[in-house]
């Protein structure tokens, strides 16, 4: 019969923990879950600032692209308003181009004029007595 072949050889194989390991790895566990917690808090935080910044750019866009699909903008421009009772018209100009923007009949309320307001300052009583000095008996 022929001999038996014995070798030395290294498996992987379950074993039981020490109280000294479970508590190691239990440290582990704990530290890697609280790593985990902060790297998702900033992930959250990151992603939250990062959807902020791409909806301003977001809208910064879609004005640009409104401005080149009309080739115009609106913008303050200084004009000139006159009211003409005389050919009862009303007319807004622009100054910078003096092109009329609106030109219209002027309705009744401003068909009306105003008149001009004196100042009236109350000197004397009109009917020539002192309010503050008379007694009545």
């Known amino acids: ?8 050889i290294t498996k992987e194989l379950k074993c039981r923990l020490t109280d000294e390991e479970v508590l190691a790895a239990a440290d582990d566990v704990q530290r890697l879950l609280s790593l985990i917690e902060s790297i998702e808090s900033d992930k959250k935080s990151y992603v939250s600032e990062a959807k902020s910044r791409i909806d301003k750019l977001t809208a910064e866009l879609k004005v640009q692209c409104k401005l080149v699909q009309e080739k115009m903008a ?44 004196q100042d009236e300052e109350p000197d004397e009583d009109p009917e020539g007595g002192d309010e503050a000095g008379e007694e009545e008996e």
Do not use: G
Request: proline letters at 6%; charged letters at 40%.
């Open 1 to 8: 019969m022929a001999e038996a072949k014995v070798e030395r």
């Open 74 to 117: 609106w913008r303050s421009v200084e004009c000139e308003e006159i009211v003409d009772y005389d050919n009862d018209e009303y007319t807004i100009t622009r100054l910078d181009t003096n092109e009329d923007v609106e030109k219209r009949p002027l309705t009744p309320l401003e068909r009306q004029m105003t008149l001009p307001v």
